[in-house]
């Protein structure tokens, strides 16, 4: 194979990851663009929480309405109707984070790939107890 086919056949792949790419980020804009609500819209969605798995609540506005809805599978349902006065979105809440217990100096800690997890694995099957400091870790 000679140097100049080599180099043509590296040009026509980065020309078709080029268009590749192009195409997937006009597509992108494209789907964003259609499934994003208008900023006039009636109906509009100002925050959503999730409670659980298939529950949360959401504040709506609708028109000049402010709702405090509860959502779930099978329905919805109206909690409470707010003050639209109340409803500044810009402002951040003050709520109070939960601390978290101190993990593993190793960011694998607990995963598949960490050294500790195949160590521990391996003492469950060869019914060793595992060292000190993997003990300490689970």
Known sequence: MSDTSVVGLGFRLIGSLALVVGL???????ANKRFK??????????ARQSLTRSSGVAVLTVGSR?????????????????????????????VPVPARAPSSSSPL?????SPATWKQTMAVF???PPPPEEREAS
Do not use: K, N
């Open 24 to 30: 997937l980020f006009l597509m992108a804009r494209f």
């Open 37 to 46: 609500s208008p900023s006039g819209a009636t109906v509009q969605v100002v």
């Open 66 to 94: 402010v709702l405090l809805v509860g959502t779930t599978d099978q329905q919805v349902s109206l909690l409470a109707e707010l003050d639209p006065e109340e409803l500044v979105a810009d402002e951040p809440l003050d």
């Open 109 to 113: 800690a607990g995963s598949l790939l």
């Open 126 to 128: 060869t019914g060793t």
